[in-house]
Protein backbone atom coordinates (compact mmCIF):
# COMPACT_ATOMS: atom_id res chain seq x y z
CA UNK A 1 0.00 0.00 0.00
CA UNK A 2 1.42 3.24 -0.55
CA UNK A 3 0.59 6.84 0.69
CA UNK A 4 -0.70 9.78 -1.65
CA UNK A 5 2.18 11.08 -1.47
CA UNK A 6 3.92 8.39 -2.95
CA UNK A 7 1.84 8.13 -5.91
CA UNK A 8 1.89 11.95 -6.69
CA UNK A 9 4.61 13.48 -4.80
CA UNK A 10 1.90 15.50 -2.70
CA UNK A 11 -0.37 15.17 0.13
CA UNK A 12 -2.85 17.18 -1.02
CA UNK A 13 -4.15 16.22 -4.92
CA UNK A 14 -5.00 20.04 -5.11
CA UNK A 15 -1.85 21.26 -3.87
CA UNK A 16 -1.29 23.89 -7.00
CA UNK A 17 2.63 25.41 -6.57
CA UNK A 18 3.76 21.17 -6.27
CA UNK A 19 1.48 20.55 -9.69
CA UNK A 20 3.12 23.42 -11.45
CA UNK A 21 6.88 23.05 -10.15
CA UNK A 22 6.49 20.29 -12.39
CA UNK A 23 7.44 21.01 -15.96
CA UNK A 24 9.09 19.08 -18.84
CA UNK A 25 13.04 19.20 -18.46
CA UNK A 26 14.18 19.59 -22.28
CA UNK A 27 10.83 20.98 -24.47
CA UNK A 28 13.21 20.05 -27.41
CA UNK A 29 13.40 16.49 -26.96
CA UNK A 30 12.86 14.61 -29.53
CA UNK A 31 12.92 11.14 -28.60
CA UNK A 32 12.52 10.07 -25.40
CA UNK A 33 13.71 6.85 -24.11
CA UNK A 34 11.79 4.30 -21.50
CA UNK A 35 12.58 1.52 -19.95
CA UNK A 36 10.28 -1.05 -20.96
CA UNK A 37 10.46 -3.91 -18.14
CA UNK A 38 8.01 -6.65 -19.18
CA UNK A 39 8.23 -10.21 -20.61
CA UNK A 40 7.82 -10.71 -23.99
CA UNK A 41 4.98 -14.05 -24.00
CA UNK A 42 4.65 -16.42 -26.73
CA UNK A 43 1.55 -18.61 -26.64
CA UNK A 44 1.36 -21.92 -28.20
CA UNK A 45 -1.96 -22.40 -28.15
CA UNK A 46 -3.54 -21.01 -30.98
CA UNK A 47 -7.06 -21.64 -30.37
CA UNK A 48 -8.99 -19.50 -31.68
CA UNK A 49 -11.90 -17.87 -30.11
CA UNK A 50 -11.15 -19.72 -26.79
CA UNK A 51 -12.54 -15.97 -25.47
CA UNK A 52 -15.31 -15.44 -27.29
CA UNK A 53 -15.85 -11.61 -26.45
CA UNK A 54 -12.48 -10.96 -27.23
CA UNK A 55 -12.88 -12.79 -30.60
CA UNK A 56 -16.15 -11.12 -31.85
CA UNK A 57 -14.00 -7.78 -31.09
CA UNK A 58 -11.89 -8.72 -33.43
CA UNK A 59 -14.43 -9.52 -35.96
CA UNK A 60 -15.34 -5.76 -35.26
CA UNK A 61 -12.13 -4.48 -35.66
CA UNK A 62 -11.38 -5.78 -39.00
CA UNK A 63 -14.64 -4.61 -40.07
CA UNK A 64 -14.44 -1.48 -38.40
CA UNK A 65 -10.99 -0.11 -40.10
CA UNK A 66 -11.08 3.04 -42.09
CA UNK A 67 -8.35 4.74 -44.25
CA UNK A 68 -7.09 8.09 -42.39
CA UNK A 69 -5.90 9.84 -46.16
CA UNK A 70 -9.15 8.50 -48.05
CA UNK A 71 -12.20 8.66 -45.63
CA UNK A 72 -11.83 12.31 -43.96
CA UNK A 73 -12.28 15.36 -46.49
CA UNK A 74 -9.30 16.79 -45.91
CA UNK A 75 -9.92 19.30 -48.57
CA UNK A 76 -12.21 21.40 -45.92
CA UNK A 77 -11.11 24.66 -45.39
CA UNK A 78 -10.66 25.61 -41.61
CA UNK A 79 -10.69 29.42 -40.40
CA UNK A 80 -9.72 28.33 -36.79
CA UNK A 81 -9.04 32.58 -35.79
CA UNK A 82 -12.85 32.55 -37.36
CA UNK A 83 -13.26 29.79 -35.14
CA UNK A 84 -11.98 31.55 -31.90
CA UNK A 85 -14.30 34.33 -32.11
CA UNK A 86 -17.38 32.47 -32.51
CA UNK A 87 -16.80 30.46 -29.19
CA UNK A 88 -15.73 33.72 -27.41
CA UNK A 89 -18.90 35.36 -28.95
CA UNK A 90 -20.77 32.58 -27.60
CA UNK A 91 -18.91 31.61 -24.43
CA UNK A 92 -17.04 34.99 -23.12
CA UNK A 93 -13.71 34.55 -21.18
CA UNK A 94 -12.48 33.81 -17.52
CA UNK A 95 -11.87 37.24 -17.35
CA UNK A 96 -16.23 37.63 -17.30
CA UNK A 97 -16.78 35.87 -14.85
CA UNK A 98 -13.75 36.07 -11.80
CA UNK A 99 -11.27 38.98 -10.55
CA UNK A 100 -7.69 37.94 -12.62
CA UNK A 101 -6.34 40.92 -10.89
CA UNK A 102 -2.54 39.99 -10.47
CA UNK A 103 -2.60 37.10 -13.18
CA UNK A 104 -0.66 38.73 -15.54
CA UNK A 105 -4.03 38.62 -17.98
CA UNK A 106 -6.08 40.85 -16.73
CA UNK A 107 -6.01 43.69 -19.14
CA UNK A 108 -6.70 41.01 -22.00
CA UNK A 109 -9.02 42.03 -24.37
CA UNK A 110 -11.01 40.25 -27.03
CA UNK A 111 -7.67 39.47 -29.38
CA UNK A 112 -5.91 38.27 -26.53
CA UNK A 113 -8.60 35.89 -25.46
CA UNK A 114 -9.46 34.96 -29.03
CA UNK A 115 -5.66 34.03 -29.12
CA UNK A 116 -5.94 32.75 -26.11
CA UNK A 117 -9.27 30.16 -27.51
CA UNK A 118 -6.62 29.41 -30.64
CA UNK A 119 -3.67 28.11 -28.60
CA UNK A 120 -5.92 26.23 -25.99
CA UNK A 121 -6.78 23.94 -29.21
CA UNK A 122 -3.53 23.69 -30.25
CA UNK A 123 -2.00 22.43 -27.12
CA UNK A 124 -5.43 20.18 -26.60
CA UNK A 125 -4.85 18.37 -30.05
CA UNK A 126 -1.38 18.22 -29.46
CA UNK A 127 -1.53 16.20 -26.29
CA UNK A 128 -4.41 14.13 -28.06
CA UNK A 129 -1.37 13.34 -30.77
CA UNK A 130 0.99 12.56 -27.98
CA UNK A 131 -1.62 10.56 -25.89
CA UNK A 132 -2.74 8.62 -28.83
CA UNK A 133 1.60 7.95 -29.10
CA UNK A 134 1.40 6.37 -26.32
CA UNK A 135 -1.87 4.19 -26.86
CA UNK A 136 0.49 2.74 -30.18
CA UNK A 137 3.34 2.57 -28.32
CA UNK A 138 1.30 0.74 -25.28
CA UNK A 139 -0.57 -1.44 -27.82
CA UNK A 140 2.39 -2.86 -29.12
CA UNK A 141 3.42 -3.78 -25.85
CA UNK A 142 0.23 -5.39 -25.03
CA UNK A 143 0.67 -7.48 -28.20
CA UNK A 144 3.84 -9.00 -26.46
CA UNK A 145 2.81 -9.32 -22.77
CA UNK A 146 -0.10 -10.62 -23.20
CA UNK A 147 -0.62 -14.80 -22.88
CA UNK A 148 -4.00 -14.77 -24.70
CA UNK A 149 -4.28 -15.60 -28.87
CA UNK A 150 -7.45 -13.60 -29.06
CA UNK A 151 -6.24 -10.88 -27.31
CA UNK A 152 -2.84 -10.59 -29.12
CA UNK A 153 -4.83 -10.94 -32.91
CA UNK A 154 -7.23 -8.27 -30.80
CA UNK A 155 -4.23 -6.14 -29.76
CA UNK A 156 -2.90 -5.98 -33.43
CA UNK A 157 -5.70 -4.12 -35.11
CA UNK A 158 -5.65 -1.75 -31.98
CA UNK A 159 -1.96 -1.02 -33.18
CA UNK A 160 -2.88 -0.08 -36.79
CA UNK A 161 -5.71 2.02 -35.05
CA UNK A 162 -3.29 3.84 -32.59
CA UNK A 163 -1.36 4.61 -36.16
CA UNK A 164 -4.20 6.12 -37.63
CA UNK A 165 -4.87 8.06 -34.85
CA UNK A 166 -1.38 9.86 -34.47
CA UNK A 167 -2.02 10.16 -38.40
CA UNK A 168 -5.28 12.06 -38.71
CA UNK A 169 -4.07 14.34 -35.47
CA UNK A 170 -0.41 15.42 -36.77
CA UNK A 171 -1.79 16.09 -39.93
CA UNK A 172 -4.87 17.93 -38.49
CA UNK A 173 -2.04 20.29 -36.11
CA UNK A 174 0.10 20.42 -39.81
CA UNK A 175 -2.57 21.34 -42.18
CA UNK A 176 -5.28 23.35 -40.26
CA UNK A 177 -4.23 24.67 -37.24
CA UNK A 178 -2.09 27.19 -36.08
CA UNK A 179 0.98 25.75 -34.00
CA UNK A 180 1.83 22.65 -31.70
CA UNK A 181 2.98 21.82 -28.08
CA UNK A 182 5.65 18.95 -26.97
CA UNK A 183 3.91 16.77 -24.19
CA UNK A 184 2.22 18.07 -20.75
CA UNK A 185 4.67 16.78 -18.47
CA UNK A 186 1.57 15.12 -16.06
CA UNK A 187 0.89 12.95 -19.19
CA UNK A 188 3.94 11.89 -20.15
CA UNK A 189 5.22 10.89 -16.01
CA UNK A 190 1.73 8.72 -16.70
CA UNK A 191 2.86 7.39 -19.98
CA UNK A 192 6.52 6.70 -18.41
CA UNK A 193 4.74 5.14 -15.72
CA UNK A 194 2.89 2.54 -18.08
CA UNK A 195 5.78 1.33 -20.32
CA UNK A 196 7.95 1.08 -17.27
CA UNK A 197 5.33 -1.71 -14.97
CA UNK A 198 6.39 -5.24 -15.70
CA UNK A 199 2.48 -6.08 -14.83
CA UNK A 200 1.32 -6.93 -18.36
CA UNK A 201 -2.23 -6.12 -16.96
CA UNK A 202 -0.98 -2.43 -15.96
CA UNK A 203 -0.75 -1.85 -19.43
CA UNK A 204 -4.55 -2.42 -19.75
CA UNK A 205 -5.07 -0.70 -17.00
CA UNK A 206 -3.40 2.44 -17.40
CA UNK A 207 -3.73 2.67 -20.99
CA UNK A 208 -7.07 0.61 -22.10
CA UNK A 209 -9.31 2.16 -18.81
CA UNK A 210 -7.67 5.18 -17.92
CA UNK A 211 -6.20 7.24 -20.69
CA UNK A 212 -8.71 5.85 -23.21
CA UNK A 213 -11.32 6.08 -21.22
CA UNK A 214 -10.59 10.00 -20.54
CA UNK A 215 -10.31 10.21 -24.46
CA UNK A 216 -13.35 8.84 -25.22
CA UNK A 217 -15.33 11.18 -23.26
CA UNK A 218 -12.65 14.25 -24.17
CA UNK A 219 -13.54 13.51 -27.67
CA UNK A 220 -17.22 13.41 -27.10
CA UNK A 221 -17.42 16.46 -25.39
CA UNK A 222 -15.61 18.40 -28.13
CA UNK A 223 -17.63 16.38 -31.04
CA UNK A 224 -20.74 17.81 -29.08
CA UNK A 225 -19.16 21.19 -29.07
CA UNK A 226 -17.23 21.98 -32.32
CA UNK A 227 -18.67 23.64 -35.14
CA UNK A 228 -16.09 22.26 -37.30
CA UNK A 229 -17.03 19.26 -39.90
CA UNK A 230 -13.21 17.83 -40.82
CA UNK A 231 -13.15 17.79 -36.92
CA UNK A 232 -16.37 16.44 -35.98
CA UNK A 233 -16.05 13.55 -38.39
CA UNK A 234 -12.41 13.28 -37.42
CA UNK A 235 -13.70 12.90 -34.21
CA UNK A 236 -16.32 10.14 -34.59
CA UNK A 237 -14.10 8.29 -36.34
CA UNK A 238 -11.79 7.81 -33.85
CA UNK A 239 -14.66 7.36 -31.16
CA UNK A 240 -15.73 4.62 -33.39
CA UNK A 241 -12.12 2.97 -32.90
CA UNK A 242 -11.69 4.19 -28.73
CA UNK A 243 -14.69 2.71 -27.86
CA UNK A 244 -13.51 -0.90 -29.33
CA UNK A 245 -10.15 0.25 -27.30
CA UNK A 246 -12.41 0.54 -23.99
CA UNK A 247 -14.41 -2.27 -24.44
CA UNK A 248 -11.03 -4.45 -24.93
CA UNK A 249 -9.75 -3.08 -21.65
CA UNK A 250 -13.49 -3.86 -19.59
CA UNK A 251 -13.28 -7.67 -21.25
CA UNK A 252 -9.83 -8.29 -20.70
CA UNK A 253 -9.34 -7.25 -16.93
CA UNK A 254 -13.14 -8.34 -15.90
CA UNK A 255 -10.84 -12.28 -15.97
CA UNK A 256 -7.99 -11.25 -14.95
CA UNK A 257 -8.84 -8.75 -11.43
CA UNK A 258 -11.76 -12.05 -10.58
CA UNK A 259 -9.26 -14.21 -9.51
CA UNK A 260 -7.11 -10.86 -7.79
CA UNK A 261 -5.96 -11.31 -3.61
CA UNK A 262 -7.11 -7.76 -2.17
CA UNK A 263 -3.73 -6.93 -2.20
CA UNK A 264 -3.45 -7.30 -5.86
CA UNK A 265 -6.66 -5.22 -6.35
CA UNK A 266 -5.69 -2.53 -4.09
CA UNK A 267 -2.50 -2.27 -5.79
CA UNK A 268 -4.42 -1.66 -9.39
CA UNK A 269 -7.08 1.12 -7.33
CA UNK A 270 -3.96 2.97 -6.34
CA UNK A 271 -2.66 3.07 -9.87
CA UNK A 272 -6.19 4.27 -11.26
CA UNK A 273 -6.39 6.91 -8.65
CA UNK A 274 -2.51 8.06 -9.18
CA UNK A 275 -3.54 8.14 -13.15
CA UNK A 276 -6.87 9.82 -12.86
CA UNK A 277 -4.32 12.70 -10.94
CA UNK A 278 -2.12 12.79 -13.71
CA UNK A 279 -4.83 13.15 -16.01
CA UNK A 280 -6.29 15.86 -14.46
CA UNK A 281 -3.29 17.62 -13.99
CA UNK A 282 -2.68 17.51 -17.20
CA UNK A 283 -6.26 19.61 -18.35
CA UNK A 284 -4.73 22.45 -16.57
CA UNK A 285 -2.85 23.28 -19.90
CA UNK A 286 -0.50 25.37 -17.75
CA UNK A 287 2.07 25.55 -21.64
CA UNK A 288 -0.42 28.24 -22.97
CA UNK A 289 -0.81 29.90 -20.09
CA UNK A 290 2.80 30.42 -20.13
CA UNK A 291 3.05 31.25 -23.78
CA UNK A 292 0.52 33.67 -23.21
CA UNK A 293 3.01 35.59 -20.83
CA UNK A 294 0.47 34.56 -17.19
CA UNK A 295 1.69 34.24 -14.12
CA UNK A 296 0.76 30.83 -14.12
CA UNK A 297 0.88 29.94 -10.48
CA UNK A 298 -1.67 32.63 -10.11
CA UNK A 299 -4.04 32.41 -12.78
CA UNK A 300 -4.15 28.56 -12.83
CA UNK A 301 -6.05 28.23 -9.09
CA UNK A 302 -8.20 30.55 -10.00
CA UNK A 303 -9.12 29.35 -13.87
CA UNK A 304 -9.91 25.86 -12.10
CA UNK A 305 -12.35 26.88 -9.69
CA UNK A 306 -14.29 28.23 -12.52
CA UNK A 307 -17.59 26.12 -12.32
CA UNK A 308 -17.55 25.73 -16.01
CA UNK A 309 -14.11 24.59 -16.45
CA UNK A 310 -15.08 22.05 -12.77
CA UNK A 311 -17.98 20.44 -14.83
CA UNK A 312 -15.64 19.95 -17.81
CA UNK A 313 -13.16 18.42 -15.38
CA UNK A 314 -15.61 16.08 -13.89
CA UNK A 315 -17.46 15.44 -17.22
CA UNK A 316 -14.23 13.98 -18.58
CA UNK A 317 -14.60 10.90 -16.19
CA UNK A 318 -17.76 9.27 -16.93
CA UNK A 319 -16.05 6.50 -18.42
CA UNK A 320 -13.53 5.57 -16.70
CA UNK A 321 -16.56 6.10 -13.18
CA UNK A 322 -18.58 3.18 -14.55
CA UNK A 323 -15.76 0.86 -16.14
CA UNK A 324 -13.83 0.90 -13.44
CA UNK A 325 -17.46 -0.03 -11.29
CA UNK A 326 -17.95 -2.94 -13.80
CA UNK A 327 -14.26 -3.95 -13.03
CA UNK A 328 -14.86 -4.36 -9.19
CA UNK A 329 -12.21 -2.02 -8.55
CA UNK A 330 -14.69 0.67 -6.62
CA UNK A 331 -15.61 -1.40 -4.42
CA UNK A 332 -12.84 -3.46 -3.98
CA UNK A 333 -10.99 -4.82 -0.65
CA UNK A 334 -12.57 -1.93 1.62
CA UNK A 335 -13.70 0.45 -0.79
CA UNK A 336 -10.27 2.73 -1.29
CA UNK A 337 -11.06 3.68 -4.68
CA UNK A 338 -15.08 4.69 -3.99
CA UNK A 339 -13.71 6.79 -1.59
CA UNK A 340 -11.22 8.31 -3.47
CA UNK A 341 -13.11 9.26 -6.40
CA UNK A 342 -15.76 10.50 -4.17
CA UNK A 343 -12.74 13.23 -3.39
CA UNK A 344 -12.03 14.62 -6.48
CA UNK A 345 -15.86 14.82 -7.38
CA UNK A 346 -15.81 12.02 -9.74
CA UNK A 347 -18.38 9.14 -8.07
CA UNK A 348 -21.53 10.49 -9.18
CA UNK A 349 -21.10 8.98 -12.99
CA UNK A 350 -20.67 4.96 -11.56
CA UNK A 351 -23.83 4.23 -13.14
CA UNK A 352 -23.51 5.33 -16.66
CA UNK A 353 -23.30 3.34 -18.78
CA UNK A 354 -20.24 0.88 -19.09
CA UNK A 355 -18.24 1.17 -22.29
CA UNK A 356 -18.29 -3.03 -22.90
CA UNK A 357 -22.18 -2.22 -23.04
CA UNK A 358 -22.49 0.69 -25.66
CA UNK A 359 -19.78 -0.50 -27.84
CA UNK A 360 -21.71 -0.75 -31.07
CA UNK A 361 -23.22 2.41 -30.33
CA UNK A 362 -19.91 4.07 -31.91
CA UNK A 363 -19.50 1.98 -34.38
CA UNK A 364 -19.30 3.33 -38.01
CA UNK A 365 -20.39 0.52 -39.73
CA UNK A 366 -23.14 2.74 -41.69
CA UNK A 367 -20.94 5.36 -42.81
CA UNK A 368 -18.16 3.02 -44.26
CA UNK A 369 -21.19 0.91 -45.92
CA UNK A 370 -22.23 3.60 -47.52
CA UNK A 371 -18.81 4.64 -48.78
CA UNK A 372 -18.19 1.25 -50.36
CA UNK A 373 -21.29 1.66 -51.90
CA UNK A 374 -20.33 4.84 -53.24
CA UNK A 375 -17.53 3.42 -54.87
CA UNK A 376 -18.64 0.27 -56.36
CA UNK A 377 -21.40 2.44 -58.25
CA UNK A 378 -18.40 5.18 -59.79
FE1 LIG B 1 -6.45 6.20 -30.19
FE1 LIG C 1 -7.28 3.88 -28.53
Known sequence: MSTVEEMIGRTDPNDFEA?????????NEVIHSVENNAECIYSWDYEKGARPQLAKLYEKAKAGQWNAETDLPWETEVDQEALAVEEYEMNGSAGDVMDLSGTGVESWGRNEWVKFNMESQNWALSQFMHGEQGALVCTAKIVETVPWMDAKYYAATQVVDEARHVEVFAKYLDT????????????????DDIVQDSRWDMTYLGMQIMVEGLALAAFGLIYQQSQEPLLKQLLRYVMSDEARHVAFGVLSLKEVYSDMTQAELRDRQEFAFEAALRMRDRFLQQEVWERMGADVKKVIPLAYAD???????????????PNCKKLGLLDGGDGWLRKKFGEIGVIQYEDWVDTAEEVDAFAITRELEAEAAANTES
Open 176 to 191: KLSGTYPINVHLRMLL
Open 307 to 321: PLRQEFQQLLFTKIV
Open 19 to 27: ILSMTNTDP
